[in-house]
């Protein structure tokens, strides 16, 4: 494609009525300009301005000409004006990605952004799969724990603490264990990332705990029920089929409704970070992925995340 900067100057030309006009709006030497007007001339072989020392007049080309170029600067500012709106303003289609469990996040932490942003659209995919950011045109993406090495660009949100838990019919069937020797002796519920097992063979999972003195212990139990999804692993767990590693945020409600009873509650068992996902850099993202990440901060910041009560 020839270059298109001598049909902006011609139509800048045209649109001051001189090419001093023309040179002062572009910053340009009244001779520069008016090179690069005859050289469009030489080259498409015809007179595009009448020339004389008061004015400039379009030829009969020159007018057929001139609306094309006008027309080619006026979308090439349209296009100028779309770059500094998406870097300015939130603006566009919002992808995010969230795991299951947090989606009932992502509509409190976004809402206030969708309420003030009117040119915002959000598209939300919710799935426990680590999406590629890349084949899926993902803008942001919440993931839970350990990230793999990768180039892409990670924002710790807030740490989420873990507790254990159990349905009271289940503590009612095979009593509450006072100590964390009695853990192996019970029966247990395995996020699949938590658990490893060879086929046909239980799966196991590995506690990690600390006592109320600073105690480090580390105690392995056999899993007798595993999911990949963590909201149905509460469900299984409200319904008394064994204790489970949760997530002290996600079951609050839970607890407090008596649904669940904490095991074991002077003892610590870690926590997972919670991260803001992008695939690119903070310079050069656009508006409405800062603004997702900075509602999603505030968000989680009113959590009582990191120390359950």
Known sequence: MDDLKPLAVFAEVVEAGSMSGAARRLGMSPSAVSQIVRALEQQGGVTLL???????????????????????VAAARAAAESLQLARDA??????????????????????????EAPQLRLRLLVDDAMIDLIDARIDLAVRVGRLADSSWV????????????????YLARHGMPVSPEQL???????????STAAKSQP???????CSPD????????EARVASNNQVALQHLCE?????GRMIHAEVQPALKSGALV???????????????????????????????????????????????S
């Open 50 to 72: 009448h020339r004389s020392t008061r004015k400039l007049a379009l030829t009969e080309a020159g007018e057929r000409y001139y609306p094309h170029c006008q027309r080619m």
């Open 90 to 115: 939130p603006s566009g289609e919002l992808r995010v990605s969230a795991p299951v469990g947090f989606v009932t996040h992502i509509a409190p932490a976004l809402a206030p952004l969708l309420a």
């Open 154 to 169: 990670a924002r710790r949100l807030c740490d989420f603490a873990i507790i254990l838990c159990a349905a009271p019919s």
């Open 184 to 194: 192996p002796m019970h029966q247990w519920l395995a996020l699949g990332q938590d």
């Open 203 to 209: 799966a196991t999972m590995l506690l990690d705990l």
């Open 214 to 221: 600073g105690e480090q212990q580390q105690v392995q139990v």
């Open 239 to 243: 319904h008394g089929l064994g204790i």
């Open 262 to 308: 904490r095991v074991l509650p002077d003892w610590h068992f870690g926590s997972l970070p919670v991260w803001a996902v992008t695939p690119n850099l903070e310079a050069s993202e656009a508006a409405k992925v800062r603004a997702a990440v900075d509602y999603l901060k505030r968000h989680f910041a009113k959590l009582d995340a990191s120390t359950p």
